[in-house]
């Protein structure tokens, strides 16, 4: 169990750019969520899929986010055009739901810096 | 709406005492979980115990207990035996019936050698 696999780790990139970060999560796992981490605002739930499909993408900030999960081993979170404001740690996670335990497991997180 | 608070910003405690974490929530919902994840300076997040709203015994794992009160809607957490290996930031976090994980704000854990 390779666990849930985020990339890039780290991306800087210019204001403007567009900047697309990628999950893979655990196979068999039917959730899976995009959060954001900052000082200021802790973790903050962007947006969640169940068996491929958009269930609640109200913590998504703005038009200029938007996420796909096009099958069940991968998705992206796209920001296009990014901003200063967008620099954050964002973490991908997934779980098989049934149970109840849920099972989250976390990514080890993307570090995106726009500068 | 559900929401989790955590009121304690930071908190020190001496090696190999005991902590508790607070963690108070609220919700419509009458089934629903609980968790607590560690976040150490290396930033992953780690899972360390959870509490399903009918479980009627209070979790532990380890040196990890859950204190859970469900009248008074709070699910503090127990650290046992403190390490300095425990210092990290501690979230409390809420699975609703629809399956989504909110988190709490954070306690930040200092443990002094």
């Known amino acids: 169990d390779a666990g849930v696999i985020q990339s890039p780790r780290h991306e800087v990139t210019e204001m403007g750019q567009e900047v697309t970060l990628r999950c893979k999560p655990i196979?068999?796992?039917?959730?899976l969520f995009w959060y954001r981490q900052t000082m200021m605002r802790g973790l903050e739930l962007l947006i969640y899929?169940?068996?491929?499909?958009?269930?609640?993408d109200s913590g998504m900030p703005e038009d200029r986010f938007s996420a796909k999960m096009p099958n069940a081993s991968f998705s992206t979170l796209k920001i296009q055009p990014s901003e200063p404001r967008d620099s954050a740690v964002y973490f991908c996670?997934?779980?098989?739901?049934?149970?109840?335990?849920?099972?989250?497991?976390f990514g080890s997180g993307t570090r995106l810096t726009v500068v | 709406a559900q929401k989790i608070t955590q009121t304690q910003p930071g908190m020190f405690v001496q090696e190999k005492e005991a902590v508790t974490l607070d963690c108070t929530y609220d919700t419509s919902d009458q089934s629903y979980g609980l968790f607590w994840y560690k976040q150490p300076s290396s930033g992953e997040m780690i899972f360390l115990i959870y509490q399903g709203s009918y479980d009627e015994q209070n979790a532990t794992e380890g040196r990890y207990s859950l204190n859970f009160q469900k009248a008074r809607k709070s699910a503090n957490l127990v650290i046992s035996a403190s390490q300095l290996g425990d210092s990290a930031m501690y979230f409390c976090?809420?699975?609703?019936?629809?399956?989504?994980?909110?988190f709490g704000s954070g306690t930040r854990l200092l443990v002094r050698p």
């Open positions: 996670a997934s779980s098989p739901q049934v149970g109840p335990k849920g099972g989250y497991t």
């Open positions: 899929f169940n068996n491929n499909v958009p269930i609640d």
């Open positions: 976090a809420m699975r609703d019936s629809s399956y989504k994980l909110i």
């Open positions: 196979s068999g796992h039917n959730s």
